[in-house]
């Protein structure tokens, strides 16, 4: 498990954990309270006890900080990996894992090692660029002719290599074990890494204040990587980031999707170097604050299906130039609804109705009223391309039928960090949505998990089985990532529209119903729309008891962890596309724009 991980298991009970670390510490309000990381009676150091930034914590006479990890590690004295296995041990918690035995290697000849002479120095500090601190910090030596870039894991020496200068002829010792360079310049306490191709690559980035990793076989793929990555994988599980700066070359390209593939996604971000590699940047000019910058802006190789909403902002612009168009979980965005109905995670809900009873119009909205309360969404919808999609949930958000360009603009940019698309329309396969919302939760903490609807998720129209199975699927999804999942699905059609229906009337296999936490039903008011038609068609006056009913019905027929299965009536707002809670209501404007007067 990463380090972020074990950290968020901390949070849970922050109060418990703060108490253990900091004894003589006390609670004031949200927050636990203590003199320093030694632990004594204070107020210089607050934890969070609640909300979003429990366990978070700061000794603001230090200025150090963190998250109940980083705290750990302090107050026990020991680094981030040694941190991770106590915590481990303090939560119960056991990597499901089996260990093949491990191969024997050898340790490297130390006959004529010596420490640095002055030739090699001054050939690492002027021709390379090297400041004489980090030649120091990685602990660089010199063997004859040679000078020598040591591997030290945990203080030991367990392989080296060594480079003729000033030829670049480069050997080592055989059968010794194929760990990355520069472990010894690491600190302890470090979340996140910086891997580079070669060992002066190394040295030059801890020169630029980045203290960094070298891969010992340099790029490409295939053994190159996997020895190395198999040997390495405990000692990077805990980072939360790993950070890449490989050559620029083909076979540094190469390495870096290896790496990336065995390593995660979701925590290996690229740099995007100037040069072709770090020391060529070093020798090139390149300051300490210019490398930092690049870490900043570093990125994940996210996966081609998985786009940020943000990035549909000018699209969305000419689509509607063309015409007007206390439990934690996500409550409907219904004042009236309450605490009725909880969408929490680790469950799945299935959201039924016939065709056009606004079953996928609903569920925009219902995506709207959990973005505004801060969970972050992704919207797999099939039927449309993700800009129509998006474009009506913009008239939603806006509360507008035609909403300027500027205020579009702000709504894109609003959803930048809270809304994620699966970009596949048509007959997406079922596999291809589950690893990119594994993904999504892993990268960007990704709630709520729609999907408009089943009968896109590559099956025949009859198979049951594999309907079913994928739902099965998604419920070993919410439960393992801690997030929820909305499948919305067609009913079967009836003799009339005129009355709802409810689970059993789902089309496929009873067993999709049965493995769902919640079963919801969207039923439009077709008795209602029809006499008032033809009141209309008559000049006459409408039924006002007909008149007064709601456009639809929003109905719960099961709630596995809920206390009650509601019925809401709702009505329907042209302009807007909201569904309001009662007939003398407005619509909501769910993001709002300081500008839009003046747009």
Not at 7 to 33: F, H, Q, S, T
Not at 44 to 69: M, P, R, Y
Not at 431 to 442: M, P
Not at 533 to 544: I, S, T, V, W
Request: hydrophobic share 40%; proline share 4%.
């Amino acid at each position: 498990m990463k380090a972020a991980e074990l950290a968020a298991m901390l949070a849970r009970d922050a109060e418990g954990v703060a108490k253990i670390l900091l004894p003589n510490g006390k609670r004031e309000g949200a927050e636990w309270r203590a003199g320093s990381l030694d632990g004594e009676a204070g107020k210089s150091l607050g934890v969070h006890l609640t909300g979003q930034k429990a366990g978070v914590f700061c000794d603001f006479a230090t200025g150090e900080g963190g998250d109940l990890l980083d705290l750990w590690a302090a107050v026990r004295g020991v680094g981030i990996g040694e941190a991770c296995n106590q915590v481990r041990d303090y939560l119960g918690v056991r990597d499901a894992r089996v260990d093949n035995p491990k191969p024997s290697y050898s340790r490297p000849n130390r006959d004529g090692v010596k420490g640095l002479n002055h030739s090699h120095l001054l050939w690492l500090t002027d021709e390379r660029g090297l400041s004489a601190d980090s030649v120091r910090a990685y602990r660089l030596a010199s063997k004859g002719v040679d000078v020598v870039f040591p591997s030290l894991v945990d203080g030991e020496l367990v392989a080296a290599k060594y480079r003729r200068v000033p030829d670049k002829t480069f050997r080592v010792d055989a059968n010794c074990e194929p760990v990355l360079f520069g472990w010894q310049a690491i600190p302890a306490a470090a979340r996140s890494v910086l891997i580079v191709e070669g060992e002066l690559d190394a040295v030059a980035a801890h020169t630029l204040g980045q203290p960094a990793l070298s891969v010992p076989f340099g790029g490409g793929t295939g053994d190159k990587q996997a020895k190395w990555i198999a040997a390495e994988y405990d000692r990077l599980a805990p980072f939360d980031r790993i950070y890449l700066a490989l050559d620029t070359d083909g076979p540094g390209q190469e390495a870096t999707a290896e790496i990336v593939k065995r390593l995660g996604r979701e925590r290996c971000y690229v740099l995007e170097l100037p040069h072709k590699d770090i020391n060529a940047c070093l020798l090139a000019g390149m300051k300490t604050g210019e490398l930092a910058e690049l870490v900043r802006h570093a990125k994940t190789m996210d996966p081609e299906a998985l786009r940020q909403a943000s990035e549909f902002g000018e699209e969305l612009i000419s689509a509607f130039a063309d015409k007007p168009g206390q439990e934690r979980g996500i409550r409907l965005p219904w004042d009236k609804c309450g605490n009725d109905v909880i969408l929490r995670a680790g469950e799945v809900s299935l959201w039924l109705g016939v065709n056009g009873h606004g079953k996928s119009q609903g569920m925009g909205q219902v995506t709207l009223g959990a973005l505004v309360r801060e969970f972050n969404c992704c919207v797999a919808s099939m039927e449309f391309k993700p800009v129509n999609w998006l474009k009506r949930m913009v008239r939603q958000a806006t509360a507008t039928e035609q909403p300027a360009p500027a205020y579009i603009r702000h709504v894109a940019a609003w959803f930048h960090d809270k809304l994620w698309v699966f970009d596949a329309t048509g007959t997406a396969k079922a596999d291809q949505i589950l690893e990119v919302f594994a993904y999504a939760a892993r990268r960007y903490g990704v709630y709520f998990f729609l999907i408009d609807n089943l009968a896109k998720c590559g099956f025949a129209e009859d198979d049951y089985n594999g309907q079913k199975n994928f739902v099965d699927r998604l419920t070993d999804f919410a439960k393992a990532y801690g997030v929820h999942v909305a499948l919305v699905h067609h009913m079967r059609k009836g003799e009339s529209e005129d009355k709802p229906g409810g689970k059993l009337d789902a089309k496929g296999s009873g067993g999709i119903t049965d493995m769902v936490d919640t079963c919801a039903v969207w039923w439009r008011n077709k008795p209602k729309e029809k006499s008032l038609k033809a009141a209309r068609m008559k000049g006459l006056e409408p039924d006002q008891e007909i008149a007064a009913k709601p456009d639809a019905l929003l109905l719960f027929d099961k709630q596995r962890n809920g206390e009650c299965e509601p019925t809401y009536g709702l009505w329907f707002d042209q302009a807007s596309l909201q569904f309001l809670g009662g007939e003398d209501h407005r619509p909501y404007r769910f993001i709002a724009f300081r500008q839009l007067e003046a747009a």
